[in-house]
C-alpha cells in the first residue's frame, strides 16, 4: 500500500546506520540512503517527532548455514553511527544483538510511554534489520511506513523481494520526498 497518511505521533526509527555497515557493498549507493536518511531524520526533529538510531553490536546465538552469528571482535568506530545522522540529545539510542531493534531492548515500552501509535522505518540492510524492525513494530500494534529510498540491502534481489513482497503487508511506503510532503501538510 503507498502511503497515505502519517499519525500525530509517528516517530522514526533508524536502523543499522553505522561506519561499519554503512562500509559495506551495497545493492543501491549508500551516498542516496544517506542523504534520505538525514532528510528524514532532520524532518522528523524539526516537528519536534521521537527519532531513534539503532545500531547493532552483536548477533543472536544460533547456528546458521551462513556466516557465524557473532560479529566478533569489531575495529573501533565500527558500531558508531555514521556522522551524517548528528545525533541529538533528544534522539533516543537502541543497541541490538539481533536482527530486530525491538527485542530485549525496550524499545516497545519506550514507543507507548512517548503515546507513538505509527513508525517509520529505515536503514540497512532492508531483508534483515529493518524488516525485522518493521515486523516487530507491525507484532506490537505500530502502523508501519517504510521509506524504500532510505533503505538499502548488500543483495538487490532480497531487497526487492523486501519491498514488493514483504512491505505492502506490514504497513505503507513511500519515498524520503512522500514522506517529508506528507509530514509537512500533516504538521502545519
Keep these: 500500500m503507498t502511503l497515505t497518511t502519517l ?51 552483536g548477533g543472536a546465538p544460533g547456528r546458521t548455514e551462513q556466516a557465524p552469528r ?10 558508531d553511527l555514521i556522522p551524517q545522522l548528528k545525533q541529538k540529545p533528544g534522539d533516543h539510542t537502541v543497541v541490538k544483538k539481533t536482527w530486530g531493534a525491538f527485542t530485549n531492548t525496550g524499545l516497545a515500552d519506550h514507543l507507548a510511554r512517548l503515546g507513538v501509535t505509527q513508525v517509520l522505518v529505515l536503514g540497512v540492510a532492508t531483508s534483515v534489520g529493518v524488516e525485522s524492525t518493521a515486523r516487530q ?26 519491498v514488493a513482497r514483504i512491505f505492502p503487508r506490514l504497513g505503507e511506503t513511500g519515498t524520503a520526498g512522500d514522506i517529508i510532503n506528507l509530514l509537512a501538510a500533516t504538521r502545519a
Excluded: C, K, Y
Excluded at 533508524?14 to 528524514?40: I, R
Excluded at 513494530?137 to 523486501?162: K, P, Q, R, Y
Design 137 to 162: 513494530a507491525h507484532e506490537h500494534g505500530f502502523n508501519v511506513t517504510l521509506a524504500v529510498d532510505a533503505m538499502t540491502d548488500m543483495n538487490a534481489d532480497a531487497h526487492d523481494n523486501s
Design 7 to 57: 499519525d500525530p505521533q509517528t516517530a522514526l526509527i533508524v536502523v543499522d546506520l553505522q561506519n561499519g555497515v554503512a562500509a559495506l557493498p551495497a545493492a543501491h549507493p549508500m551516498d542516496t540512503v544517506v542523504t534520505n536518511a538525514v532528510a528524514l531524520t532532520d524532518a522528523f526533529r524539526s516537528h519536534h517527532l521521537p527519532v531513534v538510531l539503532v545500531t547493532v553490536s
Design 70 to 79: 557473532s560479529i566478533g571482535s569489531l575495529p573501533p568506530g565500527w558500531a
